[in-house]
């Protein structure tokens, strides 16, 4: 963005947030406006303690609340002046904190954003051992928890974690995720395309059936 636009932009901010305000007024426990509230926290550069209040009081009010999360753990991320400690340890407490929910997303998230920003992108970093283990316990205390319930965002796990295990050579346990994302539940990230989508599945099948594969 110009320098010159920034005033603009950063007017448009607090006209957003002023906006926020207003319906909290209204209604204090109204979850969705302290998700957008935390997201404009980072863009207004607001300080670290005025982030944390805000995702706090969103937690208050709806604890497992994924988007939310997620733009708390953007916030957190070293380009928002945070760290990769302090984005790995929120993933990870916050997965601990919310069994059976859509929370442990966050530890795919986590580390995409690290592969992305250290590792050059490599899709190889999902074959690390500590990688491979933290997904497959991650979708463990998401989606194939006992007492998870499937909800129209449970898609979007799908795919993230369809992607990380057949990285990480989790083939079969790939596989029940490609079963039931199938055509209709195909989502952009992280595939980009949907050819990519059906190469990695293919792959996934193919190596699953192969009578040499043994599980990790």
């Known amino acids: 963005m110009p320098k010159e636009a920034w005033p603009v932009w950063f007017e448009r901010l607090k006209l957003a947030e002023n906006l926020l305000d207003q319906a909290l007024d209204r209604h204090p426990a109204l979850a969705e406006a302290w998700h957008y509230k935390i997201s404009l926290s980072r863009y207004r550069q607001l300080p670290a303690e005025e982030r944390w209040r805000r995702f706090n009081r969103l937690i208050e009010i709806d604890p497992s609340h994924l988007f ?46 690290f592969r992305w920003e250290s590792e050059n992108g490599e899709t190889r970093y999902y074959q690390r051992p500590d990688v491979a283990s933290e997904t497959y316990d991650a979708a463990e205390q998401s989606f194939w928890h006992d007492d998870y319930e499937t909800t129209t965002l449970t898609p979007i796990l799908w795919n993230h974690f369809a992607f990380a295990l057949t990285h990480g050579r989790y083939f079969k346990q790939a596989c029940t995720l490609y079963d039931a994302i199938g055509n209709d539940f195909v989502r952009k990230q992280p595939w980009q395309t949907v050819e990519r989508y059906r190469n990695m599945r293919d792959w996934a099948r193919e190596e699953a059936a192969d009578p040499h594969y043994h599980d990790e």
Request: contains cysteine.
């Open 68 to 113: 939310g999360h997620e733009e708390m753990l953007v916030s957190l991320l070293p380009k928002w002046s945070g760290s990769w400690d302090e984005a790995f340890r929120f993933a990870r407490e916050r997965t601990e904190a919310c069994p059976a929910t859509n929370v442990p997303l966050l530890i795919m998230k986590v580390h995409r954003n």
